[in-house]
């Protein structure tokens, strides 16, 4: 089962003027390639894959526009192997089938050996990833996955052990204005026909809102080139007007499922730790103007309040609920101000997980000792008959006493005299370590032998 040619319905120069600029200027070799040296270059491991002809099984896992697609069809040609793909959104098990009855064949007849590249292998269900498995590990064919999700949460793990995971980053702006650069050179596959002059700053513009992605690079480059191409030779000159006028404002790159969801506001959570309002700003921008629903961001920052700020500052938790409040009665865009006056407040706030750690080893202590009878003197007793069992018997009303404090022992008897809250000694925390110290002396003093 071999992809449909995306030109079989002209020819191959019709077809060529026509494809979008991005594809006309796909890369063919190795050599042309532009970007990921640490796959690429002379010694990688691809590198000497290629030269030894022991092209492996791989999943390319990275983000859209980082050149999966076409360093999957360089390997190929370089291999001088049959290039087969599908999209995993768009094939079932059966043309899996199909392509494997295919590679056999090419091989029995002429021992040429089978690249199957899947496009969004994530899609595939378990099943159909299974139906790979015999063939990757028999070496019928060398399959090649891409994704831009987490293979470690996406593939299989029979799957992941039989393949290498190779990472491709987000080109750089300096990769991205290369390529830019190329494609108005290029008289055969790019703009060099139009004779368009383009500055660097326009370049540098360009770029900028193409967020390391070279087909959206390139998109964006024949977007700004449409606003001259008809005019006179000596007119078609890119200015940064031109670019600012024809590139409206681009969607910042976001996947609220995926994992930069959870790598954004890792870095939002890590730099209101890190006590960086200014990061912490930016990290909440960054989500707000991508489209992050603000009551998950104000779930999180009360979370924080109580898990890194806690007692050190109480009015932490009060202000992200003031936060929570304000949004949930404004909306969008004006509550956007509650939220970043929320982060700052956070991020400057004295820091402490004591309270954090003292929870934590409580249910450590729940879970090891398990179901302990509440002693009886705490026990309410409302009949009559709880009364004649004790309970509730030779409990001290606190307010009965002076400051409002005796001492009793609350802990179940196995449990006597445990602690579990250390509080530190940042902000407000450092008046109640005074105060819960002063307490627990005058309870362990009353309570000696």
């Not at 040429?112 to 064919?141: C, M, W, Y």
């Not at 326009?202 to 998109?219: C, E, H, K, M, Y």
């Amino acid at each position: 089962m071999k992809t449909m040619d995306l030109f079989s319905l002209g020819t191959e120069s019709d077809a060529r003027d026509t494809a979008p600029l991005a594809e006309r200027m796909r890369p063919q070799t190795l050599s042309d390639y532009i970007g990921q040296a640490h796959l690429t270059a002379e010694g990688t491991l691809l590198r000497r894959a290629i030269a030894e002809d022991r092209l492996f099984s791989m999943i390319f896992w990275g983000p859209p526009g980082s050149g999966k697609t076409t360093l999957a069809r360089i390997l190929a040609n370089e291999t001088k192997s049959e290039f087969v793909s599908f999209s995993a959104v768009l094939s079932g098990v059966k043309e899996i089938r199909s392509v494997i009855d295919d590679a056999r064949e090419l091989w029995e007849a002429k021992k040429k050996k089978t690249i199957l590249f899947v496009d969004e292998i994530h899609r595939f269900n378990k099943a159909q990833q299974d139906a790979f498995l015999p063939h990757v590990e028999s070496g019928l064919i060398t399959l090649i996955g891409a994704t831009t999700e987490n293979p470690s949460f996406e593939v299989i793990a029979p799957l992941l052990s039989r393949t290498r995971v190779l990472l491709l980053k987000p080109f750089t702006d300096d990769d991205l204005a290369t390529i830019l650069k190329r494609a108005l050179a290029d008289g055969q596959r790019g703009l060099g026909k139009l004779a368009i002059e383009a500055g660097d700053d326009v370049v540098r513009f360009i770029v900028s809102q193409s967020d390391g992605d070279a087909r959206t690079a390139l998109n964006n480059l024949e977007a700004v080139a449409s606003m001259v191409r008809s005019l006179p030779q000596e007119e078609r000159v890119l200015t940064l007007q031109t670019a600012e006028d024809a590139l409206v404002k681009k969607a910042l790159l976001y996947d609220k499922d995926g994992e930069e969801h959870y790598n954004l506001i890792s870095a939002f959570h890590k730099s209101l730790r890190g006590s960086d309002a200014d990061a912490a700003l930016y990290w909440l921008g960054r989500m707000l103007l991508a489209g992050e629903d603000p009551m998950y961001i104000l779930r999180r920052m009360v979370r924080f309040a109580s898990e890194d700020v806690g007692l050190a500052d109480p009015q932490a938790l009060a202000v992200t609920m003031a936060a929570q409040q304000a949004f949930h009665f404004i909306g969008l865009p004006e509550g956007e101000l509650a939220l970043a006056q929320a982060a700052v407040y956070l991020a400057t706030a004295p820091k402490s997980n004591a309270l954090y750690a003292g929870y934590g080893r409580t249910k450590d202590l729940i879970t090891k000792t398990g179901y302990l009878p509440v002693p009886l003197h705490i026990r309410n007793a409302p009949t009559k008959l709880m009364k004649e069992l004790d309970y509730g018997k030779d409990y001290k009303y606190a307010h009965d006493y002076a400051d409002a404090f005796v001492a009793q022992e609350y802990f179940p008897d196995k449990l006597a005299g445990r602690i579990l809250y250390e509080p530190g000694g940042a902000g407000y925390e450092k008046t109640i370590a005074e105060r819960v110290n002063t307490f627990r002396k005058r309870k362990k003093d009353a309570l000696k032998p």
